[in-house]
């Protein structure tokens, strides 16, 4: 999955957040975004992520023009393709871990005895084996990120955008829930991520600085 933004710009509330702005990601490549707040990190992730619209310029994933957001192309673009980690986890906290997790089969095809199979299989990839029927708001910080990062093991999507996805944790679950993300990148799915973590953005193959 190969992304193009060519010449981006985008303003909010006549600020320019971003100018000029250029970035090829390759298929399978593990990109680091830093800056200062309010450099546009967000923005650029949301943008990627068929979220927020630019002002000009352009987007292309695979050679092919994004969608406009908000559209059904959009919406079966980012079901299909993309992934989203947040700081803030994402997860229905009064729900189980199973729950949660079957949430993201929602639009697949695959048998519920599959279902199972692979919910266990991203569970004990993570390190949350048997954890199916827990609530989530019971778990810690780092097994949320945990079991977010088992959700977008289970969704079919090539790309993970990861917007601060260790800044709420504490420095063992920030390395586990980084290792993590090293082993999905090793099985060729393209990760983007913002991090203030300057000494983790140390470990990212190739880390790009705005602002």
Do not use: W
């Amino acid at each position: 999955m190969k992304l193009v933004l060519n010449n981006l710009g985008k303003s909010y509330n006549n600020k320019r957040i971003l100018d000029h702005f250029n970035l090829t990601v390759q298929p399978g490549e593990f990109i680091g975004i830093v800056g200062k707040s309010g450099s546009g990190k967000s923005t650029i992730l949301n943008i990627l992520g068929l979220f927020d619209n630019y002002d000009q310029g352009g987007y292309l994933i695979d050679d092919k023009r994004v969608p406009k957001i908000n559209s059904s192309a959009a919406t079966k673009m980012i079901r299909q393709k993309i992934n989203y980690l947040f700081q803030n986890f994402a997860l229905v906290n009064n729900l189980t871990v199973q729950q949660n997790l079957l949430l993201a089969l929602k639009y697949t095809k695959l048998t519920k005895k599959n279902q199972q199979l692979q919910i266990d299989q991203a569970l004990m990839r993570v390190g949350l084996s048997g954890r199916n029927k827990e609530i989530v708001a019971t778990l810690s910080g780092g097994e949320q990120q945990q079991l977010a990062i088992a959700r977008t093991m289970l969704k079919p999507g090539e790309l993970i955008l990861a917007d601060e996805p260790t800044a709420a944790l504490d420095k063992d679950n920030r390395n586990l829930v980084f290792d993590l993300l090293m082993q999905l990148n090793a099985n060729r799915k393209t990760i983007i991520m913002v991090t203030h973590d300057l000494e983790l953005a140390k470990r990212i193959p190739r880390v790009i600085e705005i602002g």
